[in-house]
């Protein structure tokens, strides 16, 4: 009489019931097991099995009985110090022959077939392991791919190329939200993890408890807890638990204001903005000094921002002016900086951002065309009198249209003396684009969005106060006229709302 080869020949055969039953794997002598046909579609072959876990200290004996059978805490024999009978030596005396066809023959342990999520990594070891342990480590692999192509019934797992999955660490009471791509009841989390194994789409699942406690959830998932982490959510009815990957492994992979986003395709990872809205560039950086402010960086100071995307931006942030969150373009304060130069060096900057300085027209345009932004004008005399000018929208082209400005509603107190120049073109001396016969930027010894020539010229020459020279100072004609150069000036702009 022929014997079937396994369990899950059986329930083919019409046997449908828990129970003992003669099996042949291999022609020779008949082996008797217990056949489990119910649990998870039925057809498991246990050589021993313990009885169900009950209890709050924890199951550490037998928790998830496939794997951990796998990990041979089912396969242990009691010992004292008399008696040894520990897996070290009998697993290897009793399984050497299957031990040195594992070290000889394979080379990578496949828990299934290579999908198009290219999960699978090479099989690495603990360095740690000694060569007999790293051939039952290879062994214990070997085990659980067989049990997965013995209940499934995959012929390719006869191939001779095997790769390894590797899962992560589970997170207890944690579940992602929003990515659930099939939900099914199973008995344990070793069950769970075989469905994610057999998806080739699935790269993380959460298992949870049901109602009536008999059955537990699994959900699996095409996303993990890093490309969705907005929907990786605290329950704790769940536990979560994907692929691993470099994110898992290494937390410090990534900046603060990052997420580490993995590649299962080739076993990298990448670093990507938390909050794109507020965040760009590689590393991520603040797109201006407004968001820095909103994240807790309260301190006037130096820090580097980048807009869109592009190169990032050294910026002076003003933390503490009227709400904070200002990038500050242009400081007058000393004289120390000669601001009377052609139109290449206002396209690139120039000056120090701890003392005088202009951001450059380059990057003024990238300020202003990556957010709608306003612009504020702070002021100071001689005298210790400050006041400021606001205006709610400014903008500045690119260079191709001569950083042409763009002004709207002005509110202060310094007085308007700039609105007129909105719409113009800049001007150097080198580069004369203003409406005037002659070159403004010559004639006032400044660089500017002169119009026919000028209502304000916080460019011109640092001259110290009062002084008889017309209009060719740090001047804003509406606080102290055309004769008085200012002693403070700033120049910001931040993010509306």
Known sequence: KSEAKSCAQLPKDGFTSNGVYTINPDGGKPIRVLCDMTKDGGGWTYRLTLGEYNGTAGDSFMTDKLVEFMDFNLVQMFSTKDQDSDVYEVFMLNLAPVVRWVQNTIHWINLYPVDSAKRFSDLSMPRHL??????????????????????????????????????????????????????????????????????????????????????????????????????????????????????????????????????????TAECRCRYASGYTGKPCEAKCCAQLLKDGFTSNGVYTINPDGGKPIPVLCDMTTDGGGWTVFQRRMDGSVDFYRNWKAYKEGFGSLSGEFWLGNDNLHRLTNANDVMLRVDLEDFQGNITYAEYKTFKVADEADKYRLTLREYNGKAGDSFMGHSHMQFSTKDQDSDLYGKSCAQLYKGAWWYESCHASNLNGLYLNGQHASHADGVNWGTLRGHHYSLKRTEMKVKAKG
Do not use: W
Not at 140 to 149: N, R
């Open 130 to 267: 000694s060569d007999r342990f790293r051939s039952m480590y290879l062994l214990k692999l070997l085990l659980v791919s067989l049990t997965i192509a013995f209940t499934y019934g995959d012929p390719r797992m006869m191939t001779p190329v095997f790769q390894a999955v590797n899962f992560a660490r589970e997170i207890r009471g944690r579940r992602l939200n929003g990515s659930v791509i099939r939900e099914i009841q199973v008995d344990s989390e070793s069950s769970c993890r075989l469905h994610c194994v057999k998806e080739s789409s699935c790269l993380s699942y959460n298992f949870g408890s049901t109602i009536n406690n008999k059955k537990f959830k699994c959900q699996l998932s095409d996303s993990d807890r890093f490309a969705s982490f907005k929907n990786f959510t605290e329950d704790n009815k769940f536990l979560y638990r994907g692929v691993k990957s470099d994110c898992e492994v290494s937390s410090s992979l990534c900046a603060e204001n990052e997420i580490c986003v993995p590649n299962y395709k080739d076993n």
